[in-house]
């Protein structure tokens, strides 16, 4: 009975154990490749039937050892360079140069005439006729010229000249004096002379009154 199922049962391709025996022997010689690899001595050639089992088998490719020495060492990775932040641009007016203020001359100080001294002789009329006169004499610092009022009155004696162009230090003698004067006061009536210092236009003068009884 025994005998007849195994003639029966289905019989095994010859070829079968050979490719089990090369498929074990691959993986045996991968083994012994990678253990000798890793720090034992060079690979001895295999054998010729593991040769040819290993063409059978997928290609891969060869694990590559690289020293120490031929790898680069990497640093820390630089971090991107950012251009500094420029700061805002600040418009700046432009200087404005002073206005120079013209400098001013001082206008000098007019030199002003005066009379320094004047007198009437005689300088009261005691008896007096048509014949009375009276004599003027002067003396001034900075004038140019010399003018004479008699009895100005409210005007100034500049405006009521009697004679001009006189030298600055001088005398006007001859002088006729009027027995009837305009101008009284409590000492009686008078004639007032003046004497004008002139520079000019500016001026300066000094005034003397004469006085005078009633005629008799």
């Known amino acids: 009975m025994s005998g007849q199922e195994d003639m029966n049962a289905p019989q095994r391709p010859p070829w079968v154990p050979l490719a089990i025996a090369i498929a074990v022997g691959v993986v045996l010689a991968i083994g012994v490749g990678l253990v000798l690899g890793a720090g034992g001595p060079g690979p001895t050639a295999p054998p010729a039937t593991a040769t040819a089992a290993a063409s059978l088998a997928p290609s891969e490719s060869p694990t590559e050892t690289l020293a120490p020495s031929s790898v680069p060492s990497i640093g820390p990775t630089p971090s991107a360079s950012l251009a500094p932040s420029l700061p805002p641009i600040v418009t700046v007016p432009p200087t404005k140069t002073p ?84 101008y009284s006061d409590a000492n009686g009536g008078y004639h007032e002379y003046v004497v004008i210092a002139v520079r000019g236009k500016s001026y300066s003068w000094r005034s003397i009154k004469v006085y005078v009884h009633p005629p008799t």
């Open 99 to 182: 206005t120079q203020r013209p400098i001013r001359t001082p206008t000098p100080t007019p030199i002003r005439p005066k009379v320094d001294s004047f007198t009437v002789t005689p300088n009261f009329i005691g008896a007096c006729d048509g014949n009375t006169t009276v004599t003027l004499t002067w003396t001034t610092s900075n004038a140019d010229e010399v003018r004479i009022s008699l009895d100005p009155g409210p005007q100034k004696p500049i405006d009521a000249v009697y004679e001009s162009g006189l030298l600055p230090d001088s005398s006007l003698s001859g002088l006729s004096y009027g027995c009837n004067p305009t």
